[in-house]
Nanobody, 110 residues
């Protein structure tokens, strides 16, 4: 059974950077798709970065600012976030094979 745990969230000023990390406990496969999602209060959880089927996809809102990467040997998935904006303030979740982490809060001050 998989368990995902995110870390790295926090408070940052607009224009700053954060790196989110997600560790997987349990067996992983090199064919796993992995992704980062975010959720604004009262809104649905939306995909922002995704690795799967040999492709990497980003939501338009983060394209060019965020970078997803994975290190299967360490069972880690990362989200490097640069040029952060107040509208990036949300709870961020990682995802693997239908399993969600608990989320980590990112707050960007103006």
């Amino acid at each position: 059974q998989l368990q995902l745990v995110e870390s790295g969230g926090g408070l940052v000023q607009a224009g700053g950077s954060l790196t989110l990390s997600c560790v997987t406990y349990g067996r992983i496969f090199d064919t796993d798709a992995v992704g980062w999602y975010r959720q604004f209060p009262g809104k649905t959880r939306d995909s922002i970065a995704y690795i799967g089927n040999g492709r990497i996809n980003y939501a338009d809102s983060v394209q060019g600012r965020f970078t997803i990467s994975a290190d299967d040997a360490k069972k880690m998935v990362y989200l490097q976030m640069n040029s952060l904006k107040p509208e990036d303030t949300a709870t961020y979740y990682c995802w693997r094979r239908g399993v969600w982490g608990q989320g980590t809060q990112v707050t960007v001050s103006s």
